[in-house]
């Protein structure tokens, strides 16, 4: 997996600044891939970051990158519990929502609609993008917005900026593992 698509897709993780981020990866070979994995782990464990394959599909691999702490603060939220419960999971450990998350991708071969909560989306939108099946929105960014527009849209844009700024740091030669912050709580 190469830095150029960690930074292009991972950049608010890295910096600590959402929970986790998701995207296709192409392989030639899934020990290949599970190798790389492995590799990106090793180097990014120390500073709270985890990488994990979530399915593979025709030689591309679903990748998740995300902070275990920040996931785990997530998910005490009331209403993702609530949503969660909803959707058949047995809470109470992160670790073991995010077996479950697998389970149900590798089941229906889509994304269940709940996945919004493994990527640091508010409850109240992935809720509102569940229960008004994806109508009814009051604006679009990395997610469909129902709850707070503004906060969100500030987020949005916080998000496009670190994407940027990490795009021109990784340019001029600054690693991924230099970019990626050490574990600190997520911010309210």
């Given at each position: 997996?190469?830095?150029?698509?960690?930074?292009?897709?991972?950049?608010?993780?890295?910096?600590?600044?959402?929970?986790?981020?998701?995207f296709?990866?192409?392989?030639?070979?899934?020990?290949?891939?599970?190798s790389?994995?492995r590799?990106?782990?090793?180097?990014?464990?120390?500073?709270?970051?985890?990488?994990?394959?979530l399915?593979?599909?025709?030689?591309?691999?679903?990748?998740?990158?995300?902070?275990?702490?920040?996931?785990s603060?997530?998910?005490?939220?009331?209403?993702?519990?609530?949503i969660?419960?909803?959707?058949?999971?047995?809470?109470?450990?992160s670790?073991?929502?995010?077996v479950?998350?697998?389970?149900?991708?590798?089941?229906?071969?889509?994304?269940?609609?709940?996945?919004?909560?493994?990527?640091?989306?508010?409850?109240?939108?992935?809720?509102?993008?569940?229960?008004?099946?994806?109508?009814?929105?009051?604006?679009?960014?990395?997610?469909?917005?129902?709850?707070?527009?503004?906060?969100?849209?500030?987020?949005?844009?916080?998000?496009?900026h670190?994407?940027?700024?990490?795009?021109?740091?990784?340019?001029?030669?600054?690693?991924?593992?230099?970019?990626?912050?050490?574990?600190?709580?997520?911010?309210p």
């Amino acid at each position: 997996m190469s830095e150029e698509a960690m930074i292009r897709n991972c950049a608010p993780t890295l910096a600590g600044i959402k929970t986790g981020n998701l995207f296709r990866y192409p392989y030639c070979s899934a020990d290949e891939m599970r190798s790389s994995v492995r590799d990106w782990n090793r180097k990014l464990r120390g500073k709270g970051i985890r990488i994990l394959p979530l399915s593979y599909q025709k030689e591309h691999a679903l990748i998740y990158v995300y902070r275990p702490s920040h996931l785990s603060d997530d998910l005490q939220n009331k209403e993702a519990d609530r949503i969660l419960h909803n959707c058949g999971y047995r809470t109470g450990s992160s670790e073991q929502c995010v077996v479950q998350l697998i389970r149900r991708i590798r089941e229906c071969g889509d994304f269940p609609h709940e996945i919004g909560l493994f990527l640091g989306y508010p409850p109240e939108d992935v809720s509102g993008f569940i229960e008004q099946k994806a109508c009814g929105y009051k604006c679009v960014g990395c997610w469909k917005v129902y709850g707070d527009e503004q906060k969100c849209r500030k987020l949005f844009q916080q998000y496009k900026h670190c994407t940027h700024s990490y795009e021109e740091q990784y340019r001029r030669g600054v690693h991924v593992t230099v970019l990626a912050v050490n574990e600190k709580k997520k911010a309210p």
